[in-house]
């Protein structure tokens, strides 16, 4: 791969406009306060604080590993290793406009540094570049076969669309080549836990705590909490087994442009009112209707991060015999259980992906219907003939995402799909964007999240909005910080596509290949 095709490819500018200043800023400020201390490093004294640097990561130490690997880098400029262990941290904390340009100009600079077109590959998958972070990876490998961090890039592109098994068979071969990097554990639970394979996962999770030596007690919680439940899956003999039609279809209510459809619950005869939540990978059920219907805590996990409020909920992992929708019985379902905070609804809970992720499921907004089909292979035919197919990807946490268009942003940006949001979102990096900022609109709205109530948010009135072929006018989104989704999806969201983008169109979701079928509507002239 020839440096001159990272040089003049442009795919990075959205978020390099916005971070290179502050780059040359923290550059500066570490020199100065090198000199200031007057610290006299040699380079053996440099790679002795890049080996101290490793061990804090691995600790989850990385404010203390940063000043470490300025310090390094300061007493040897030459120094390409403190430069790579510094963008890798840049990219765990996604300050991603340094982490590129430190992991890019060594690249340049070392074209047979396999390791360096590792770390630029993350820096550009964290971003969801795909096609350039494949292009990376595949180069770093090129140069050498054993470079981990490729193989374990390689791997979450293959989660993220969808290929299990080559993820696990690449997540496989980074744990193979590095037995002490945490985070391939990591991966490699999450992976395990897609598919299904519970025990593993928990396995996978359990060895990330042993080998990363985290000392962030809270998420320490939420996966030890997370073992305990994957452990409690592990006895069950299968999830989200069907029973009843191959097929039903239900009509549903749209209350703020949000689908609400009607089921039951373990057999018994009280209808609940579920949103359709393409936005959660699991499904959720109030803490008030858990309490009515005695469906009580199989575990906690410590606290989540969320929207809204002080931005956190405490996780309860909750299992449910059986959800019924129309003339289709789900069986053993786990679920989350949290308290709802009031938008005006009755609301008792949320779908999430995994509950339908075996049928091919439509929701029509025009015949205010919703429709599962379950089929040993899954034709599509009919229903490509009348609309358009897309492409979706997964994330880390089960969200799917697209690739959407904005009118005065040249470059496509990642989307959430997501059916329970009644407005579209734009991320507050997008929102101030050069070709953003004029569409902001007077109004603020209330925004009523998983973590609580935020009052006073900024809205913008967006002129045009495409998702592949299809596009809407005159768009309303509110303006959000995002990082705590961008923290746990795996590559970086710019906003969610919301329901009153999505209520134009009858959808057809493919899960198992990873697909969505828009058909309009409403024709917009």
Known sequence: MKCNYLQTNRFFIPFRKKYLGGFMLICSLAVGAAAADDIQVNSDDSRKLVKQAEKLVKRGSLVEAEKLLR????????????????????????????????????????????????????????????????????????????????????????????????????????????????????????????????????????????????????????????????????????????????????????????????????????????????????????????????????????????????????????????????????????????????????????????LISKFLTTIDYGNLTFSLAKKAEYDMLAVEDAGVSLPLRLTSSGFLSGQVQLEGVTESLNFIVDTGASVSVISDDVASMEGITPFASSERMRVIGSAGITEDVPSFLLPKVSFGKHSRKSITAIALDLDMINEASGFEQAGILGGNFLRNYRMTFDFRNSRVTFVPINIEK
């Open 71 to 354: 310090r390094a880098i300061t007493a040897s400029p030459d120094n390409s290793t403190a430069k790579l262990r510094l963008a890798f941290i840049c990219v765990k904390q996604r300050r991603l406009g340094e982490a590129y340009e430190l992991s890019f100009n060594v690249a340049k600079a070392e074209p047979n540094n396999a390791h360096a077109f590792a770390v630029l590959g993350a820096t550009l998958l964290s971003a969801g570049k795909f096609p350039e972070s494949r292009a990376m990876f595949f180069n770093s490998l090129r140069l050498n076969k054993r470079e981990a961090l490729s193989w374990a890039g390689y791997g979450m592109i293959d989660f993220y669309e969808n290929r299990i098994q080559e993820s696990f068979s690449n997540l496989e071969e980074a744990v193979f080549h590095d037995p002490e990097q945490p985070d391939y554990y990591f991966a490699y639970a999450q992976v395990a836990a897609r598919s299904e394979k519970y025990r593993e996962a928990a396995d996978a999770y359990n060895k990330f705590l042993a080998v990363s030596r985290d000392v962030d007690d809270e998420r320490r919680a939420r996966i030890k909490g997370l073992i305990n439940f994957l452990r409690f899956l592990g006895q069950k003999n299968s999830l989200y087994t069907t029973s009843g039609s191959d097929t039903t279809s239900v009509p549903f209510k749209l209350r703020g442009n949000r689908p609400i459809i009607q089921l039951k619950i373990n057999g018994k005869g009280d209808t609940l009112n579920f949103v359709l939540d393409t936005g959660s990978g699991i499904s959720v059920i109030s803490d008030k209707t858990a309490e009515r219907l005695n469906i009580g805590s199989i575990t906690k996990g410590g606290f989540a991060r969320g929207i809204g409020g002080d931005g956190k909920f405490e996780i309860v992992y909750g299992f449910l015999r059986q959800i019924e929708i129309g003339d289709v019985k789900i069986r053993s379902v786990p679920v989350y259980i949290r308290k709802f905070h009031t938008d005006g609804n009755e609301i008792d809970g949320y779908i999430g992906l995994a």
